[in-house]
């Protein structure tokens, strides 16, 4: 069946440095692709998302673009702020939508 | 801009009680989706429901679970029997529909469930 991978968690950055979170799937089909961030004591919201191969969702600063030779929707950011620790999940669904499939989390802690 | 609403927010029960938790999916979102999150693992599926019907359903839900769209607006999900292993965090979600399929899922900000 469908799957979703991260890398683990926790990541420890200082602030200002550069982020990369990977993310692989398995899937049949064209799967859609998203990033979702859960801050502290809140629910789950869209970051970005890309819904067909070599594109590229982009937020906040944030890119992941949607590799299917190599599987793969790593999430960057080229200079991440304390603002930005989260739990930072990457998720798949159907190109036409439904359920969605999630990866276990990786938590980000950003230091000043 | 509008939002997915959850009530309550946290919610304590004995063991075997039943619960409901309640959720107001965004006013024009045809597609409804319940998913949990046990404390310091996944968030997982439990069930979709559309057109006042459920469309797709996991294992995790089971017959102790049910859900309903009692009217226009709320989304309930029903646990008649409580365990201790239904402690986690429920998330609501709803997405609409565009011409080319179902939209991104809009999630409520969940309802932390203890079981004691």
């Known amino acids: 069946g469908n799957s979703v991978t991260q890398m683990e968690g926790p990541v420890t950055l200082s602030e200002e440095a550069f982020l990369t979170i990977n993310c692989t799937y398995t899937a049949t089909g064209y799967p859609s692709l998203f990033w979702y961030v859960q801050y502290p004591g809140e629910g789950l919201q869209l970051l970005l998302k890309?819904?067909?191969?070599?594109d590229k969702g982009s937020n906040k600063g944030f890119e992941a673009t949607y590799r299917k030779e190599t599987t793969s929707f790593h999430l960057e950011k080229g200079s991440v702020q304390v603002s930005d620790s989260a739990v930072y999940f990457c998720a798949l669904s159907g190109n036409q939508g439904g359920k969605l499939i999630f990866g276990q989390g990786t938590e980000l802690s950003v230091k000043p | 801009e509008p939002e997915v609403t959850q009530t309550p927010s946290h919610q304590v029960t004995q063991m075997g009680q039943e619960v409901i938790l309640r959720c107001v999916p965004i006013?024009?979102?045809?597609?409804f989706y319940w998913y949990r999150q046990i404390l310091g693992q996944k968030v997982e599926f439990l069930v979709s429901f559309y057109n006042n019907e459920i469309s797709e359903k996991s294992e995790i839900f089971d017959d102790q679970f049910s859900v309903e769209r009692p009217d226009g607006s709320n989304f309930t999900l029903k646990i008649r029997s409580t365990k201790l292993e239904d402690s986690a965090m429920y998330f609501c979600?709803?997405?609409?529909?565009?011409?080319?399929?179902?939209?991104?899922?809009?999630f409520g900000p969940g309802t932390r469930l203890l079981v004691l």
């Open positions: 006013s024009n979102h045809l597609y």
């Open positions: 979600a709803s997405s609409g529909w565009s011409g080319q399929g179902q939209e991104t899922q809009y």
């Open positions: 890309a819904t067909k191969a070599d």
